[in-house]
């Protein structure tokens, strides 16, 4: 069969209709799931934007050994499998970091189209001449897929689909918000990476935001749907499979007030190498179940409709699209085809991991973005069972430790009262790097409580 994979940056599985929501407006994400198979516990590995895509296209924790930088060359890419297997293998993105700098991202690809508008140096000036709601770049994104679909629709074809919003800035057409924020005035917030009410936003910019961001995903929902409405005319929807992802989510004003992904400021700081250079700084950034629960909507053709509370993870996607397309997973690949979670019985995984690339203090890195970031905290590891959730940075740090099934908005540490739940988890991760490419600098580092 052919197989079409979406990728929605920055979408909280929570946001959509199919998972619970009751008051954003999303009816073809919703539609589509009442046709597949939908995974209630789909989360994040590597975090964020380029590590998820390094996850995706590897099927790899990349985490332990790579980080925000260019596709090595001794890599396994997705791409390049299914086009060895006789597929036309075809791109249509907008997310921004893909090509650039040699990335490395397009390898593999028969056809590679990137919409542009989303990077920081053009997005202001192709926002100014944007007239119409095609326009966008989500929209503009999803025409260029259907265009590639025109073209290729009597080959055999994988195509991968990626826009970057509902990422900030949050600026859809105004009646996308309108719905959810009555006299909308236009008006745009953008996300402090740090508890809102210390940077001076209030309550009401906080709605602005949310509503924004609910507007995005619903015109993300609307372009979807084209495109899915494209298989349809295109006689391609009997023998294409349909795979809907995210990479990550976003808090706005859970746990305290955090209002981003990472917790960040500017400014610079003395003790790092190339100290002159270090334009934003991180600091300890757990990852919660907003940023790491993100929506896998799989319509598979002659499987039905069902869902599943099993466990899954984004180093899954690889092998579940080889699988799809009949193609044997090369024994690189680390993740598990999650195909057979069409069957009632599938267990999935019994524990999984979620984390930024592994850093140490003082560090540099370019993560998120071209900014050349310092590292000033551990950055904290989300291991995962079905029941527990353990957030863990390095040998020292504080740990926190939720009981999902009586604490799901992971508001209260049990850490103490569980110590023998802390151990076993912890034990889990530190075979997991072992078992990984983990430099000895980063194993050391977390090879103890």
Same mark, same amino acid.
């Given at each position: 069969?052919?197989?079409?994979?979406?990728?929605?940056?920055?979408?909280?599985?929570?946001?959509?209709?199919?998972?619970?929501?009751?008051?954003?407006?999303?009816?073809?994400?919703?539609?589509?799931?009442?046709?597949?198979?939908?995974?209630?516990?789909?989360?994040?590995?590597?975090?964020?934007?380029?590590?998820?895509?390094?996850?995706?296209?590897?099927?790899?924790?990349?985490?332990?050994?790579?980080?925000?930088?260019?596709?090595?060359?001794?890599?396994?890419?997705?791409?390049?499998?299914?086009?060895?297997?006789?597929?036309?293998?075809?791109?249509?993105?907008?997310?921004?970091?893909?090509?650039?700098?040699?990335?490395?991202?397009?390898?593999?690809?028969?056809?590679?189209?990137?919409?542009?508008?989303?990077?920081?140096?053009?997005?202001?000036?192709?926002?100014?001449?944007?007239?119409?709601?095609?326009?966008?770049?989500?929209?503009?994104?999803?025409?260029?897929?259907?265009?590639?679909?025109?073209?290729?629709?009597?080959?055999?074809?994988?195509?991968?689909?990626?826009?970057?919003?509902?990422?900030?800035?949050?600026?859809?057409?105004?009646?996308?918000?309108?719905?959810?924020?009555?006299?909308?005035?236009?008006?745009?917030?953008?996300?402090?990476?740090?508890?809102?009410?210390?940077?001076?936003?209030?309550?009401?910019?906080?709605?602005?935001?949310?509503?924004?961001?609910?507007?995005?995903?619903?015109?993300?929902?609307?372009?979807?749907?084209?495109?899915?409405?494209?298989?349809?005319?295109?006689?391609?929807?009997?023998?294409?499979?349909?795979?809907?992802?995210?990479?990550?989510?976003?808090?706005?004003?859970?746990?305290?007030?955090?209002?981003?992904?990472?917790?960040?400021?500017?400014?610079?700081?003395?003790?790092?190498?190339?100290?002159?250079?270090?334009?934003?700084?991180?600091?300890?950034?757990?990852?919660?179940?907003?940023?790491?629960?993100?929506?896998?909507?799989?319509?598979?053709?002659?499987?039905?409709?069902?869902?599943?509370?099993?466990?899954?993870? %984004?180093?899954? #996607?690889?092998?579940?699209?080889? &699988?799809?397309?009949?193609?044997? =997973?090369?024994?690189? $690949?680390?993740? +598990?085809?999650?195909?057979?979670?069409?069957?009632?019985?599938?267990?999935?995984?019994?524990?999984?991991?979620?984390?930024?690339?592994?850093?140490?203090?003082?560090?540099?890195?370019?993560?998120?973005?071209?900014?050349?970031?310092?590292?000033?905290?551990?950055?904290?590891?989300?291991?995962?069972?079905?029941?527990?959730?353990?957030?863990?940075?390095?040998?020292?740090?504080?740990?926190?430790?939720?009981?999902?099934?009586?604490?799901?908005?992971?508001?209260?540490?049990?850490?103490?009262?569980?110590?023998?739940? %802390?151990?076993? #988890?912890?034990?889990?991760?530190? &075979?997991?790097?072992?078992?990984? =490419?983990?430099?000895? $600098?980063?194993? +050391?580092?977390?090879?103890?409580?």
């Amino acid at each position: 069969m052919n197989i079409v994979l979406i990728c929605a940056d920055t979408l909280r599985a929570d946001y959509l209709g199919c998972y619970g929501n009751d008051w954003t407006h999303t009816p073809r994400l919703d539609a589509l799931a009442a046709e597949s198979i939908v995974f209630d516990r789909y989360y994040a590995a590597s975090f964020p934007t380029m590590p998820n895509r390094a996850d995706v296209f590897t099927g790899r924790w990349t985490y332990t050994y790579t980080g925000w930088q260019p596709l090595a060359d001794e890599e396994v890419l997705l791409a390049e499998l299914l086009r060895g297997a006789g597929m036309k293998t075809l791109a249509a993105v907008d997310t921004p970091f893909f090509i650039g700098k040699g990335y490395n991202y397009d390898r593999g690809f028969d056809e590679f189209v990137r919409v542009p508008g989303q990077a920081v140096d053009e997005r202001a000036r192709l926002a100014s001449l944007r007239r119409f709601e095609e326009d966008c770049c989500a929209c503009a994104t999803m025409v260029e897929a259907g265009r590639l679909l025109e073209h290729y629709r009597k080959d055999r074809f994988f195509l991968y689909v990626d826009t970057w919003d509902p990422h900030e800035p949050w600026n859809p057409p105004p009646w996308y918000v309108e719905r959810y924020l009555a006299g909308y005035d236009g008006r745009m917030v953008a996300p402090c990476y740090r508890r809102y009410q210390d940077q001076g936003l209030t309550e009401d910019d906080m709605k602005v935001a949310r509503a924004t961001y609910a507007g995005e995903v619903s015109m993300v929902d609307r372009w979807v749907g084209y495109l899915l409405d494209k298989l349809e005319s295109l006689n391609l929807a009997r023998n294409t499979a349909v795979i809907f992802v995210s990479d990550h989510g976003f808090y706005f004003g859970e746990h305290g007030g955090l209002f981003g992904k990472l917790v960040g400021s500017g400014g610079t700081y003395g003790s790092v190498e190339k100290a002159t250079q270090v334009t934003q700084t991180w600091f300890r950034s757990p990852l919660y179940e907003q940023l790491t629960r993100i929506p896998l909507i799989m319509r598979v053709p002659g499987i039905g409709h069902s869902r599943t509370d099993g466990l899954a993870s %984004v180093v899954d #996607l690889m092998p579940t699209v080889l &699988e799809l397309a009949g193609v044997r =997973p090369p024994d690189v $690949v680390q993740g +598990r085809s999650v195909l057979a979670a069409k069957d009632d019985s599938w267990p999935g995984r019994d524990v999984l991991f979620s984390s930024t690339p592994l850093l140490s203090l003082r560090q540099t890195t370019r993560l998120v973005d071209d900014f050349i970031r310092g590292v000033l905290e551990y950055q904290p590891v989300s291991i995962r069972e079905k029941r527990w959730n353990l957030h863990y940075a390095a040998v020292g740090e504080a740990v926190e430790l939720f009981d999902l099934d009586n604490d799901p908005g992971q508001e209260r540490n049990v850490a103490s009262e569980h110590g023998d739940v %802390v151990e076993r #988890l912890h034990a889990r991760f530190v &075979e997991h790097l072992r078992e990984c =490419p983990t430099a000895q $600098v980063h194993l +050391r580092e977390r090879e103890r409580l």
